[in-house]
């Protein structure tokens, strides 16, 4: 039974006992229907008219709780990237960045591409280097006002002229998709070795020379071309964790002549 209909046959129950109780007790409920009255009729328009009950108090110690572990996160995410601008301004004092976040990207981050908020408005063009601090992550491949498409270093279709510690022993890196990339050396160079660093070689593209790419993660074997060896390489950004990277603008070639092998002050 439902608030509505319950009022109305405790009004009618009452009226009936008015013709067969004792005059006593009939002024008691006279006293009870008067002081009540009141409450009935609010109770009855509330029914009618769908009205809710107030609710509960809410717990603003929880809520506070929860804007100020959020903003401790924001604070951490803000520190660390700070930190990798002051790493890569004094391991690259010669070249201009920009700082950007990713907007779009695949959830594994096995796709070939990210987008990045920042575009020709910023100074960003195709062919510039994005970086996670030291390390290269891919190049920019298209731009929009406020937008640009980056390729990944685990793209197939990324190339990057590389060298292989400090033997200066060259190589490219090439992706090969599913989040991996390979070292490929040319006229059966045979003096890399398993764990030695790949870094940017600065030749013949806009990528500025000693980015750290990664490591030789075995041995080079015999390539899937003639005359050629070739290693996986263990990258050295976080690639399934990028949120905020760096853009290099527009290396000059003085830029590129000063950060190569050799001549980067380090």
């Not at 685990?154 to 599913?178: D, E, F, Q, W, Y």
Request: with cysteine; proline share 4%.
């Amino acid at each position: 039974m439902t608030k509505k209909s319950l009022i109305p046959a405790i009004l009618i129950a009452l009226a009936l006992a008015l013709y067969v109780l004792p005059s006593s007790v009939l002024e008691h409920w006279r006293l009870f229907l008067y002081s009540n009255l009141t409450r009935l009729k609010s109770l009855t328009e509330e029914t009618e008219t769908g009205g809710a009950i107030p609710a509960a108090p809410v717990n603003h110690a929880e809520e506070l709780r929860d804007l100020l572990l959020q903003k401790d996160a924001e604070i951490s995410s803000l520190r660390l990237r700070l930190q990798r601008v002051a790493e890569v301004r004094e391991y690259l004092p010669k070249l201009q960045f920009v700082t950007a976040e990713i907007i779009h990207a695949d959830r594994n981050f096995k796709a070939d591409y990210v987008i990045i908020d920042c575009g020709d408005s910023d100074g960003v063009a195709p062919g510039d280097a994005v970086l996670q601090g030291q390390a290269l992550v891919g190049e920019v491949a298209r731009t929009g006002a406020r937008a640009s498409t980056v390729l990944l270093l685990t793209s197939p279709g990324s190339l990057v002229a590389a060298r292989v510690g400090k033997s200066r022993v060259l190589c490219s890196v090439i992706g090969v998709g599913n989040g991996k990339a390979k070292a490929v050396f040319y006229g059966g160079e045979k003096s890399a070795v398993k764990g030695q660093e790949v870094m940017s070689s600065g030749l013949l593209e806009k990528i500025p020379a000693d980015l750290l790419i990664g490591a030789l993660a075995e041995d080079p074997r015999e390539g899937s071309e003639p005359n050629t060896l070739e290693a996986e390489v263990t990258l050295r950004a976080a690639m399934d964790s990028l949120e905020d990277v760096l853009v290099v603008k527009n290396a000059s070639a003085a830029d590129q002549e000063e950060l190569k092998p050799g001549k980067a002050g380090r």
